[in-house]
């Protein structure tokens, strides 16, 4: 059951982090658009 638990706890890790690189990435292209259009 530990094995589980440990296992699913990986999965949510693995989607917390492609979406907060998701977020960075938008972040960033927005900020350049702004930088660049200035």
Known sequence: ?????????????KILFSKSYYLHHIYFDSNHIFITEQ
């Open 1 to 13: 059951m530990k094995y589980a638990y440990y296992n699913m706890f990986l999965y949510l890790m």
